[in-house]
């Protein structure tokens, strides 16, 4: 099996406060514009869409084919909002997008990330993978979804936030994911 490198560069505004990480991105067949969360059955974009505005709609594009990048990348800048993945280097094992498909080959360097963001205190980790990797990295246990500890990390304390996963294989209503969310904005100054 061949190994895939991650696709994206980190999207680290230099003012973020929130640094939210998945785990890997889907295939790029599966993508509708280039940049984090880009699957339609992914539900990140529409439970932002619905603590932003009221309408879970609101980053989709007129049409409802695509997510609307750049709506969404200007939304991220102006609230403070860094994305990346905790891995940068997997192994699909089933040729598929799940978190239990995906064998992490090299984890992401948090440190170099942290460096380039220096008002970020608080990690969300978007899902199980995520917060498994993220923790090995830091060296924590997980905490429990929609929970969070603090951890030291390359001196300074950081909030880890474990959230519920976006993906629609976790079937849960978006206005239920959102509750999640709308803690973890709140509590680093979005809402």
């Known amino acids: ?98 978190d239990a498909s995906l064998q992490v080959v090299r984890e992401v360097d948090l440190g170099t990330l942290l460096a380039q963001i220096p008002d970020c205190r608080t990690i969300a980790a978007t899902g199980g993978k995520a917060a498994e990797t993220l923790c090995r990295i830091l060296g924590c246990e997980p905490p429990a979804v929609g929970a969070w500890c603090e951890t030291g990390f390359g001196g300074r304390m950081l909030k880890i936030w474990r959230m519920p996963s976006t993906s629609r294989a976790f079937p849960r209503p978006v206005e239920w994911k959102a509750a999640f969310y709308r803690r973890l904005f709140t509590s680093v100054g979005i809402f």
């Open 1 to 98: 099996m061949n190994s895939e490198q991650h696709p994206l560069r980190p999207f680290l505004p230099p003012t973020a406060r929130l640094l939210m990480l998945g785990s890997f991105p889907p295939q790029r067949k599966r993508w509708s514009m280039e940049f984090f969360y880009p699957n339609l059955q992914n539900d990140m974009w529409r439970i932002v869409g619905c603590l932003a505005t009221g309408d879970p709609r609101h980053f989709l594009t007129a049409d409802g084919r695509r997510f609307d990048q750049v709506r969404i990348e200007a939304y991220c800048r102006t609230q403070g909002i860094a994305l990346y993945d905790t891995s940068e280097e997997i192994i699909r094992l089933n040729d598929n997008a799940s």
